[in-house]
Nanobody, 129 residues
Framework: QVQLVESGGGLVQPGGSLRLSCAAPGFTLDNYTIGWFRQAPGKEREGVSC??????????YYAASVKGRFTISRDNAKNTVYLQMDSLKPEDTAVYFC????????????????????WGQGTQVTVSS
């Protein structure tokens, strides 16, 4: 059972930045397609950004709402996937979840369909002045 642990959430002013981290102690994250999802109160879950396995093509996907502001990346030496969030807006406020899929898929498919095998507990991101 893969346990995903998110960290890095918090309160930030509009225009600020945060970096979220997703770790999986004891498991090699590069064996999984990884995605960041978010859910705000009263809204459906949204696939924010996903990254495929390096042995696939390492491709990335971004939702239109975050393209140009968010960057997903892997640090395989630290076995961690990051989501760098810049130019944050109040509408980015949500609980952010890390998810992993072990099968053959693409970053886009994981983000759009949310068909992950494992989910983290989530970390709150609040963008407010």
């Amino acid at each position: 059972q893969v346990q995903l642990v998110e960290s890095g959430g918090g309160l930030v002013q509009p225009g600020g930045s945060l970096r979220l981290s997703c770790a999986a102690p004891g498991f090699t994250l590069d064996n999984y397609t990884i995605g960041w999802f978010r859910q705000a109160p009263g809204k459906e879950r949204e696939g924010v950004s996903c990254i495929s396995r390096r042995r696939s093509d390492g491709s990335t996907y971004y939702a239109a709402s975050v393209k140009g502001r968010f960057t997903i990346s892997r640090d395989n030496a630290k076995n961690t996937v990051y989501l760098q969030m810049d130019s944050l807006k109040p509408e980015d406020t949500a609980v952010y979840f890390c998810a992993a899929y072990s099968g053959i898929t693409t970053a886009q498919v994981l983000c759009i369909w949310g068909t992950a095998d494992y989910w983290g507990q989530g970390t709150q991101v609040t963008v407010s002045s």
